[in-house]
């Protein structure tokens, strides 16, 4: 408890500081799909945060070098796991800071009914562009997911590789066996939070559709409510990955891990 209460200090004290980056450094800034724009505390600084704050909270920190599949594998996630309305402005900043693991993963938004709010706010011209976001957002997901699980059974297979080479081979050093069974932890973490947020967009569309069709019933309501349940179809295929299972427990040799764990990038 004692720990707990410190690390939840220390939580409090590197939010803070990011906070207030984010709001004097202009770094909410976004570029392609959704990443930080090229800026010093999105390409240094937060990334140094939050490998110190997982190493602090006793979850696993690789520093071996990203892949090429590891790194597709982080682009491709990062819509998935921000707000999908650029207007939940407070969302996406908590989201950005899980990204870094500065932040717990339980530190982002659940509320279902953030993504329908976002939606109408503001002035339209016609209820037509709220249904056709909805249709846009859904389709968009689920090809993002489908990309998403080729991108993650790459990493997975090469997980398996990597285990299989560490247990066979007598070459390796004692100081390269942590980091390589810390990484294979970091990517099942990173592919359990997409399928996580996965199932919450799918209930933040559902929710928005429901209401859109109470406040302003349309034609465009089919057209949406095909595209989430398409989405539905095949989120749940693209979530059946066959995982090795070294996420939240102890291996052979591997380290313990507590509490989710995201992902270096």
Same mark, same amino acid.
């Given at each position: 408890?004692?720990?707990?209460?410190?690390?939840?200090?220390?939580?409090?004290?590197?939010?803070?500081?990011?906070?207030?980056?984010?709001?004097?450094?202009?770094?909410?800034?976004?570029?392609?799909?959704g990443?930080?724009?090229?800026?010093?505390?999105?390409?240094?600084?937060?990334?140094?945060?939050?490998?110190? $704050?997982? #190493?602090?909270?006793?979850? /696993?920190?690789?520093?071996?070098h =990203?892949t090429?599949? &590891?790194? %597709?594998?982080? +682009?491709?996630?990062?819509?998935?796991?921000?707000?999908?309305?650029?207007?939940?402005d407070v969302?996406?900043?908590?989201?950005?800071?899980?990204?870094?693991?500065?932040?717990?993963?339980?530190?982002q938004?659940g509320?279902?009914a953030?993504?329908?709010?976002?939606?109408?706010?503001?002035?339209?011209?016609?209820?037509?562009?709220?249904?056709?976001?909805?249709?846009?957002?859904?389709?968009?997901?689920?090809?993002?997911?489908?990309?998403?699980?080729a991108?993650?059974?790459?990493?997975i297979? $090469?997980? #398996?590789a990597?285990?299989? /080479?560490?247990?066979?081979?007598? =070459?390796?050093?004692? &100081?390269? %066996?942590?980091? +390589?069974?810390?990484?294979v932890?970091?990517?099942?973490?990173?592919?359990?939070?997409?399928?996580?947020?996965?199932?919450?967009?799918?209930?933040s569309?559902?929710?928005?559709?429901?209401?859109?069709?109470?406040?302003?019933?349309?034609?465009?309501?089919?057209?949406?409510?095909?595209?989430?349940?398409a989405?539905?179809?095949?989120?749940?295929?693209?979530?059946?990955?066959?995982?090795?299972?070294v996420?939240?427990?102890?291996?052979?040799?591997?380290p313990?891990?507590?509490g989710?764990?995201?992902?270096?990038?």
């Open positions: 408890m004692r720990k707990a209460g410190r690390h939840l200090v220390v939580s409090r004290s590197i939010l803070a500081a990011a906070l207030s980056c984010l709001a004097l450094a202009g770094c909410s800034t976004t570029g392609d799909l990443r930080p724009r090229p800026n010093i505390f999105a390409d240094q600084i937060a990334p140094a945060l939050g490998e110190w $704050a997982a #190493r602090f909270g006793g979850d /696993a920190a690789s520093w071996f =990203l090429d599949d &590891e790194e %597709r594998l982080r +682009a491709r996630a990062w819509r998935l796991v921000l707000p999908a309305h650029e207007r939940s969302d996406r900043e908590l989201a950005k800071l899980a990204h870094s693991r500065i932040l717990p993963t339980e530190g938004a509320d279902i953030a993504y329908h709010r976002a939606l109408t706010s503001g002035s339209f011209a016609s209820q037509a562009s709220r249904y056709n976001r909805l249709s846009e957002d859904a389709n968009g997901d689920r090809l993002l997911l489908r990309e998403f699980r991108n993650a059974l790459r990493v297979n $090469a997980d #398996r990597r285990l299989r /080479a560490l247990d066979a081979s007598q =070459l390796v050093p004692p &100081e390269q %066996r942590d980091p +390589a069974y810390d990484r932890v970091e990517n099942e973490g990173l592919m359990l939070w997409v399928c996580e947020r996965a199932r919450f967009r799918l209930k569309y559902r929710y928005s559709l429901d209401n859109l069709v109470v406040e302003m019933p349309s034609r465009e309501a089919i057209r949406a409510e095909r595209a989430i349940m989405l539905e179809s095949d989120a749940g295929p693209a979530c059946d990955l066959p995982l090795i299972g996420f939240g427990r102890r291996g052979e040799g591997a313990a891990t507590r989710p764990v995201v992902y270096k990038g």
